[in-house]
Each structure stands twice: as C-alpha cells, then as structure tokens.
C-alpha cells in the first residue's frame, strides 16, 4: 500500500503540481502493476510458460485458405506410359553404372538426354562446393554471389543438370520447380526411385495442355550436400556473375552460354527418397524450416498434406522430438490437461478444447522440434535456399514400404508419388499471383494443426511482460535512494541519473559485440588450427578484453569500490530494459530463438541482486534469493547452456573438448548466416556479464 | 575522427568511394565545431541571466555544463549522424547549411546568418520557416529567461551591476515589452534578398537549357510538396499518399502542408519567443517528425541542438523512457524493413507501424522538452520571487 501511495506521488509530481488531478484508469492500472511488480512478475512469468506448454492445445486445424488453389479438383492425368518412362530411367541408370563404375559427368549427360527426349530445354552448371565463410556484414543482407576464388582445383567440382519444360500457356514469366538432389558417383539405390518419380512426372508434364508456368527440374549434384548445389545454381539463376569462371576451363564439356531461364518461382518441390518406412504405409515427411526460422507459406503445407493424405494414401509426419514422447512429466501435464477439458465439457458441452494425453504429448513433441529448427536458424534441407529469394519451398521425403530392388512395388510407388506431385503442381499452377493468403509465420504440431503467430506471441509476451514492470519499479526505487543521498554531485540532475548506468550497459554490450567479431579475425589467423584450439583463443582474448575494459572504466566493473559504482537498481533498471529491447527485436527476427532466450534471460535478470547484503543480512529469504541468481546465472552463461542442452556433463566431457565442440556449434551458425548467432553475443552474453555485476556490486 | 573509429561502417564507405565522403565527413566535423561555438556563447549568456537573478550562486557557478563540447559530441558520435555520413546522404551538407545560418545569428553576422538561411532553404525547403527564430535571435539576443523576470527583479531593487548585453538594453528601456532591435532584422532582411537573388540569378543562369527557374522550382520544391515518391522511409506520409485515393490526394496535401507550419510555428513562437534558439530546436524537430523524406540525418541534428541546453532540461521527465524508445524503434526499423522488403513475410504495415512509434517517441521527445524548458522558466520565477521576498523581508528589517 505504502508503495502505491509512493507511486501516486511520483504520479502528482510529474503532472505538473496539481495534486487534485486524478490520473487516467490506463495510468492508474500502470502504477498499480508497477507497484506491485514483485508479485505481477511472478504471476506472468508462470503464465508465460504455461501458456508455452498449452500450445499444443490451442493448435488449429489447417485450412486452405487461397481458393484458387483448389487441390484435387482435377483428375489425375498420369498413365501408365509416364511411369514406365520413369522406371526406364532407373534402369538405365542402374546399367550405366553398373558398366562405368565411377563415372559421373556421364551419368549426368544421361539423365539430361531423356529431359530433351521429353522435350525440355537441357542446361549443364558447374559450381564450386565451397564452404561458406564468416563474414560480420553478411547477416541479413541476403542471398550474395559468392565469389570465386582464384586458383579453382578442377578436381572437386559439381555439375547440375536442369531442365525446362516451356507451358503452352504461359509468357515464360513464372515457374515451378522441382529439385532431386542425386549423388551422380555413389547415389543408392533410393535416390534412384526420387528421379524415377520426377521423370515420370515429367513426362507426363511435356504434354499436357493446362501448364501456364514453365516446370523446371533440378537435378542437383548432391556430392557435397543437398543445400550447397541448389544455392549454386539459384544464385546462377538470380545473379548471374559475368566474370569467366575458371571452372569452365576444367572441361571439355561446354556449359558456359547455355544456362536456362524460366522467370521467377512462384514454388519449389525438394523431393528425396530416403530409407525404408516403419509404417505399414509409405512415409512422407515435410521439411519446412529455413534459415532463421523462416517458413513457407502454410497453403504449399497444406495442399501437400491434403492430397497426401486424401488422394494417395501416404503417412505424413513432420519432424518431432523422439525423446519427449516417453518423458513422464509432459504426459503428467498432458493427463492434467485432458481431465481439466473433459471436466470443462461437463460441465458446457461448448466447450472442446481438451485433447487427449497421447495427441498433447505428440503435439508437444512436434512442437519442440519445430522450437528447437527454428531456433537454430539452420535450414532443415535444400528447400532452405529457396527460402532467400523469397520462393516457397518445401522438402519431400518419402520413404517407401518396400525394398528398393522390389520391381512390382516401384511402378506402383511412382505412380502415387508422381500424382501427389502432379496435384501440387496443378494447384500452384491455377495461382495468379505469389502466395501470400494464408500464413507465414507459424509452427506445426502436426501435418494438419498449426499454431499462428497471434498464439504463440502470447506465451512469449507474458514472459517479457515483467521486465519494463520490474524496470520501472527499480527505476523509481533507485531514483528515490539517490536523492536520499544528498551530497551526490549529480543532484542537479534528477532525471539523468540513469546515464552512469546506461554507460555500463553500453560499454558491456559494445564488448559483446567485439566478442562476436572476434571469430573472424581468429579465422583470419594463419594455419591450421583444431576447434579446441581457436576457442581457446577466442576464450583469452575475449576475457583479456573483459579485464582491459574493467580496469580502463572502474564504472563498469563489479570489484570497484563504491565511489565510483552505479546505483545496482538503477544499473538492473538499465539492464532489464536493453535485455527487454533485445528479446523483442529478436522475437521478430526470430521468435523461437527469443523465445527459448526469455526462458533462461528473464528470469536471470530478474532474480539478479547483490550477494553482499544477502550474506550480511543472513535471512533465508535472502540467502536463497541469492543462491537462485548464482545458479540461473550459471545456467545462463552460453557455454554452460549449451553443455546443458547437450547433455555433455554427465559423460564427463568438462574441459577442453567442450569448447571445441562450442566452436563448432557456433561456427555453423554463423556459417548458416543464423541470426541466433547475433543473438548469443550481442543480447545474451552482455546481459549476462551485467547480471554478474549486478551480483557481484558492493553495495 | 569519430568517424573513423566506427571500423565496420567506415570500411563500407571506403568501399564505396571516399571522394564524396570527404566532404561529407568535413562538413560534419565543421558543424561539431560550429555547434561548440554556439554551446560557448549559450553557456556565457546563460551564466549572465542567472547571476543578476540571484539564483546562481558562485559555488554552483561549477555546475554548469559545457554544453557547447556536449552538443558538439552528441553531434559526431550520433549513430543517426554516422549513418547518414556513411549512407553517403547530403543531410550532413544540409544540416551545416543550418548550424551556420544559427552560427552566424547567434555570433550576430548578419551576412553570415542570411547565407546559411537561404543555402539551407535551397537545399530543402522545411528550413525556410526558420527564418522566424532567426529573427527573434539577431532581434532579442540570445536565449534568457522571459522578460518579466527581470522586471520583477529590478523592482525588488535586486539589479545588481550586470554586466550582459540584454539587461543592459533593458535598462534603457523600462517597458514590458521585450526590446527588439529593429535594424539588425532590417539588416537581415536585406542579406536574405541578397543571397537569394544571387542563388536564384545563379541557379536560371546554370539552367537555362533545362526549362530554368520554373523548372527547378516543379522538380525540387514541388517535388517536396507534393510527396511524389512514395518509396517507403521513416517518416509517415508515403503510407498515407500510397493508400489514399487519387481525388483526395491535393486536399490532403494541402492539409499536410499546412499542418507542419501552423502547429509548429504560431504556437512555439508565442511560448518561446525569448529562447530562439530553443525555438530553432523545437522547430526542427517537429519538421524532422512531419516532413515529406525525412532521415536519421534530421534526427541527429535536432538532438545535437537539444544538447545545447542540458543545462535548462536537467528535469526533463520519462528521459530514459524516451531514450529507450529511441533506442528500441531505430533499432527495430531495419528489422521491419528486411522483414517486408526481403524477406517478403511481413508487409508494408509492419515498417509503417514502426514508422507510427518512432513519430510518437519524437513527439513526446519535442513535447517534454519544451515542458521541460517552460518549467524551466516557471522555477527560476518561483526562486526570484522567493529571493525579492526575502530581500524585501531584510529590508523592511
């Protein structure tokens, strides 16, 4: 009470010296959350992540939002003709390299003499597989040409076939395509089936009469990942570099001037055929994820799952995380949930919201995995690459019932996975613009229920939501106990007393950001060097970094003497707020990433309090206030996390090997231009360090 | 040499070509060092009226801020003023243009005072309107306290020897009215029509093949006033003329146009008249907020000429809360744009949304510093009055 009545002063004074004016309702529920922050922040962190652990329960039902897409309307024009093309191709490929073991450009030449035996225009590129470098301006800036180097080896190159079947109605505008990543020198028997069934869809598609967007289809040379080649060649495809490649000399083979065009991509279809299937049915799953959390749009899912599901008889999963499905206290929630829905149907039959605890603990499970894609920024398949140049991509992997040899089986197979793709391609054929009906940002738990940004920004909001409370609360209380002290030289200054404070913050965060350049300068440092080695390096520099930046400004170090120390709940004011500022900005760029980052950042910085009045006072409350910041902050710091989240303590795996297996981890995020990356150095670490000042601050 | 310790951006701008880069760069530390000058005629005249009025006391004399290094600093280490000199954009050169026709009133170099009105007003034509503050500045004299104060002192019989320039031309002239020096705005008036004459016999000269004046005049100022480009940037009206429809389109410029100059000046002008610079400020920063193409190169200027008077705004209210929302929309205005522009997920209303926050925090910012400076004023009031009572008290005594 005493507080409000504080608060309410703090109101009058600001409104100009005239007590008798009552503050808005808007402004008085502000001062009330504020008052109350302690409580208000306890409650809304909780509901924040029991509306997380909800989610599976609020999922929809997807819906095909874009009416032109109309799947299925049409009858399926594939004959037994075009699947016999395909089956003719695998065999032939299966001969050819049977007899020319070894030979992949010819491979290559075969499959691209049965694209123009079909009709379409046959193109050959060459790319280089190189690796992808850290470059501290690349983030965000989109797809770049990659540059070639100098001496290229003509050892190690990769050739993709592409060909374009022109529509009969069309202007050659838009175009769909279809990816087959194959390995041209030791692809299996499995890959073989995917071309079969593109090639069977080709064929069929080289003479049909609906097409109005040119069908393009990709075979790319998957010797050095899937990823890789399908970026090569849509680079090619989007900017092309004019400079003569010294690849062109490598062979005698001309690719130069033929690259083919087919105006831009309303879709791309990825199809891989992977494995054998467990189900008693073939398998098919969807990759969706791209790089930093990007999806495509929901009606490309749809249709997919739709006509899967209700033509052609496949069993569609997404990816889920095996482990949570036997967790205990995930289906001790899912119980909890399903009683409290069947009690709410009692007692109004409206009310259906309950699931049961197998469908919540699948949901969940899918859920995380879909969480944990997004939030590593790294795109789960070639489809990624796509996603860059703004095309709606999606990965296939089908995996059939049968063993691959098994010659009865296979014309079947084609035949469904061939209409299921034929079906997509009309839908995406009847569009006339790009998609853009149904939704961008979403989570699946399931083939057929996503959860929308509208839902699951809830969950995320109630965890930040008592930051700017507790910043504001802090902000008054440190405000009120530096007037108290009168003979503080910056007493003129009553609403600067924050700038000490923001200067820290600024300092630790400018350190974070040197600390997440730092790799590509420690890249840049001649010879080979181990992991282990280079985060040996990164660790000294970056902590000798910290110590010249303590000692240079004693304001910012948590050892200084009290003279020249900030206020602690001003500085937590201060550090809430940027963590606060931070979170935000990364829920947009990337909500999983925040979303697990609220997890662990909020509560640290709001648990954060020195440890010297705790141990002085030697109250419980206080004591173990206290030991809960050491130990959310030992969590908190982002080598330990991720120790955590590997589960690397328990094998005894402490040390040095950590670190280098940190580097790596690191090292492809920032190689997947992975904004999660950006995140750990420049949000989390900084706010780190700041609640280890806070903890450790003399006052 | 703030501008070279900014390592990423400046090798950008290497990369780019340094040739227009000098000159950018010169520009922005000439109008650092223009700005200091006027921070150190501020800080003395701001020293003078507060001594006669008694509330400055010799001991505090220390706690004055030198707010002419601070502005000047503000200045360089801006992100807003880096942005604009590595982005390449002439808002430095436009933002010297105004700094010096500032300089030039405040150091009382009419000529000079003219010349940078008027290459400003050529360069865009939202400073034409601080034609008034540079008036009130070459007429009045440098920012003080309103008159009445130093009436109701000086009937208190607390005028003590004073030594600045305005007390001493009250002194003269002991009316309620506030003394206005009439020639030097002549004097002004008079190197205006000069300058602009010359730009304008200049400009029809070089473009005489190009349609001349009239031409220029349609693709510059009408080019401004009617908001042709439509590309999206950080102000708000491109949103307005894409979704408006094409028969309410000149109404609505009108309404526009007319809004950013009779909200700000009539109403600022009456409340600051005897603080023109402030008035200058506040001007800026409500055109920065309104204009049809505005930039961060805009907002580094208002917040440099806001740094002129920490001393008067040390009781600004909610700073931190504005600075953070400075900090959180200039921050997330990229994100929107690669949002919608390349990613293609989100679309125009997420940038225009940020667009909506970042004019709010600018207004609250114009706002609370213009209350700010009118307690400001209202405090040295109180304290004067409560100084000639005691006095009095001691007197009667």
Redesign the interface.
Same mark, same amino acid.
């Given at each position: 009470m005493a507080a409000v009545n504080r608060d309410n002063e703090e109101e009058v004074k600001t409104d100009d010296g005239s007590p008798k004016i009552k503050p808005r309702p808007i402004v008085r529920l502000g001062i009330f959350l504020i008052a109350h922050s302690p409580v208000f922040s306890v409650v809304f962190s909780a509901a924040g992540v029991l509306a997380l652990l909800l989610l599976p329960l609020l999922a929809k039902n997807t819906y095909i939002s874009e009416n032109a897409l109309m799947p299925g309307s049409a009858r399926s024009m594939l004959s037994n003709r075009d699947v016999s093309d395909g089956s003719k191709l695998v065999k032939d490929i299966k001969n050819f390299r049977l007899n020319h073991e070894g030979q992949g450009v010819e491979v290559q030449k075969l499959i691209g003499k049965y694209m123009s035996d079909m009709g379409a225009e046959v193109s050959y590129q060459k790319f280089h597989p190189e690796g992808n470098q850290f470059h501290p301006l690349h983030f965000f800036s989109g797809p770049d040409s990659y540059t070639l180097l100098e001496n290229v080896s003509c050892a190690s190159y990769g050739v993709n076939v592409a060909g374009i079947i022109r529509a009969p109605r069309g202007d050659g505008k838009e175009s769909i395509v279809l990816v087959t990543p194959y390995d041209f020198i030791n692809g299996g028997d499995y890959e073989d089936l995917s071309l079969g069934i593109v090639s069977s869809l080709f064929s069929l598609l080289s003479r049909v009469t609906w097409l109005s967007k040119d069908i393009i289809w990709l075979v790319a040379d998957s010797r050095y990942g899937d990823y890789r080649p399908v970026a090569a060649w849509l680079t090619e495809y989007h900017s092309p570099s004019f400079k003569v490649s010294d690849l062109l000399k490598c062979d005698e083979q001309n690719t130069a001037d033929n690259f083919r065009r087919a105006g831009t991509m309303a879709a791309a279809l990825v199809l891989k055929v992977d494995g054998r299937s467990e189900k008693f049915e073939d398998t098919l799953s969807i990759y969706a994820e791209a790089s930093n959390g990007q999806m495509p749009n929901l009606d490309l899912i749809n249709v997919v799952n739709y006509l899967a599901v209700h033509r052609q008889g496949f069993y569609v999963k997404v990816e889920k995380v095996v482990s949570l499905l036997s967790s205990s206290w995930l289906k001790i929630f899912g119980e909890i949930f399903e009683a409290v829905g069947k009690l709410a149907h009692m007692l109004n039959p409206d009310w259906n919201f309950g699931i049961p605890a197998a469908d919540y603990l699948e949901g969940s499970a899918t859920l995380a995995s879909s969480l944990y894609s997004q939030a590593l920024g790294i795109p789960t398949g070639p489809h990624g690459a796509f996603r860059d140049y703004q095309v709606d991509a999606i990965t296939l992997k089908v995996s059939p019932r049968f063993p691959p040899d098994s010659k009865t089986r296979q014309h079947d197979f084609f035949l469904r996975g061939a209409r299921l793709l034929e079906g997509t391609i009309r839908s995406v054929n009847n569009l006339l613009e790009k998609f853009h009906q149904s939704f961008f940002l979403y989570m699946l738990t399931s083939p057929s229920k996503f959860i929308s940004v509208g839902v699951y920004m809830i969950a995320f909001a109630l965890l930040v939501a008592p930051l700017p409370m507790v910043a504001a609360s802090l902000y008054i209380d440190g405000c009120k106990s530096l007037t108290n002290s009168t003979d503080n030289p910056t007493e003129n200054f009553k609403s600067w007393k924050w700038l000490d404070a923001a200067k820290q913050v600024f300092t630790l965060h400018l350190f974070g950001f040197i600390v997440t350049l730092l790799p590509y300068f420690i890249c840049q440092v001649p010879g080979q060097h181990s992991p282990t080695n280079r985060s040996i390096m990164w660790g000294t520099t970056s902590s000798s970094l910290l110590l010249i930046t303590f000692v240079t400004m004693p304001g910012c170090s948590p050892f200084s003497s009290r003279l020249h120390g900030t206020n602690w709940a001003i500085l937590k004011s201060v550090t809430i707020s940027a963590a606060f500022i931070g979170l935000c900005l990364m829920s947009i760029i990337n909500f999983a990433t925040a979303e697990i980052g609220a997890l662990l950042l909020v509560p640290t910085c709001l648990m954060a309090q020195p440890i010297k009045p705790a141990l002085r006072s030697r109250r419980l409350k206080s004591l173990l206030g206290a030991f809960c910041s050491i130990v959310l902050l030992t969590i908190g710091f982002p080598v330990m996390f991720f120790a955590i989240s590997k589960g690397l303590l328990g094998e005894g795996l402490v040390g040095l090997s950590l670190g280098g297996e940190f580097w790596t981890w690191l090292e492809s995020l920032w190689a997947w231009k992975s904004a999660t990356y950006l995140y750990i150095g420049m949000v989390h670490l900084p706010c780190w360090l700041l609640c280890l000042c806070i903890l450790f601050h003399p006052s | 040499m703030a501008l070279h310790c900014y390592s =990423?951006f400046s090798v *950008?701008s290497q990369f780019r070509g340094s040739k227009g880069n000098r000159v950018i760069i010169c520009a922005d530390l000439l109008s650092a060092l223009l700005l200091r000058a006027i921070g150190q005629k501020l800080q003395k005249s701001y020293r003078m009226n507060l001594r006669p009025l008694g509330v400055l006391r010799s001991s505090q004399d220390r #706690?004055i801020l030198p707010c002419g290094d601070i502005a000047a600093l503000v200045y360089l280490w801006n992100p807003f003023t880096i942005l604009s000199c590595v982005g390449l954009s002439t808002s430095p050169i436009e933002n010297l243009a105004v700094i010096v026709s500032l300089y030039g009133a405040v150091t009382r170099r009419v000529p000079l005072a003219a010349f940078g009105l008027i290459m400003a007003t050529h360069l865009s034509l939202y400073s034409a309107p601080l034609v008034f503050p540079l008036i009130f500045l070459l007429g009045y004299g440098l920012d003080a306290p309103p008159i009445k104060k130093f009436l109701q002192t000086r009937h208190g019989g607390v005028e003590t020897g004073s030594t600045s320039d305005v007390s001493k031309q009250e002194k003269l002239t002991p009316t309620t009215q506030l003394p206005f020096s009439w020639r030097t705005v002549l004097h002004f008036v008079f190197w205006v029509l000069v300058w602009s004459s010359y730009v304008l016999v200049l400009c029809s000269l070089s473009l005489k093949q190009y349609g001349g004046l009239e031409e220029m005049f349609k693709r510059t100022y009408g080019f401004i006033l009617r908001i042709e480009d439509l590309s999206p940037n950080i102000g708000v009206f491109w949103y307005f003329f894409a979704e408006a429809f094409e028969f309410s389109r000149n109404y609505l410029l009108i309404i526009f146009n007319l809004y950013i100059l009779l909200t700000s000046i009539p109403s600022l002008m009456f409340r600051l008249k005897h603080r023109p610079c402030f008035l200058a400020f506040a001007y800026l920063a409500f055109t920065s907020i309104l204009k049809s193409y505005p930039s961060v190169g805009d907002a580094a200027l208002y917040l440099s000429l806001w740094a002129l008077f920490v001393n008067e705004l040390?009781? +600004?209210?909610?700073? @931190?809360f504005i600075?953070?929302g400075y900090? #959180?929309f200039s *921050?997330?205005s =990229?994100? +929107?744009h &690669? @949002?919608w522009i390349?990613?293609?997920?989100g679309n125009a209303n997420f940038y225009f949304g940020n667009a909506m926050g970042y004019a709010c925090f600018q207004f609250m910012f114009v706002e609370k510093s213009v209350n700010a400076m009118l &307690?400001h004023d209202q405090a040295l009031k109180k304290a004067t009055a409560e100084m000639t009572k005691n006095l009095a008290i001691t007197v009667i005594f």
């Open positions: - | =990423p *950008l #706690g040390t009781d +600004m209210e909610y700073s @931190f600075f953070c900090i #959180g *921050l997330l =990229p994100v +929107m &690669n @949002f390349w990613r293609g997920t &307690n």
